[in-house]
C-alpha cells in the first residue's frame, strides 16, 4: 500500500460534501461585512452570524466537571 493512500481521507470514509459551500458563504460575509470607516477598511468577524444559535453546553461540561470532583471528595485530607 502507498503512503499516500493510507493517510487519504476516503480510506476513513470521511467525505467532502458535495452540497458544502462553506468558502462561498464566507467569502459573500467578507464582501458585504467590508466597510470604509475614514481612511481605513474595515471588515467584520466571520464567525458573528445572527442566525447561528448554539445549544447549551452545559451536561457536557457538568459531566466532564464531576468525576475529578468526586476524586477530590474521596482524598483524605493529611
Do not use: H
Not at 452540497?19 to 467584520?44: L, T
Not at 468577524?45 to 475529578?68: A, D, H, M, V, Y
Amino acid at each position: 500500500m502507498d503512503i499516500a493512500q493510507f493517510w487519504k481521507l476516503e480510506l476513513l470514509g470521511i467525505k467532502e460534501s458535495p452540497n458544502d459551500d462553506d468558502d462561498g458563504q464566507a467569502m459573500q460575509q467578507f464582501q458585504e461585512s467590508i466597510g470604509k470607516e475614514g481612511e481605513r477598511y474595515s471588515v467584520g468577524w466571520p464567525w458573528r452570524s445572527p442566525e447561528i444559535q448554539l445549544t447549551s453546553n452545559f451536561g457536557l461540561c457538568f459531566g466532564r466537571l464531576k468525576p475529578p470532583s468526586t476524586n477530590f471528595v474521596l482524598i483524605p485530607k493529611c
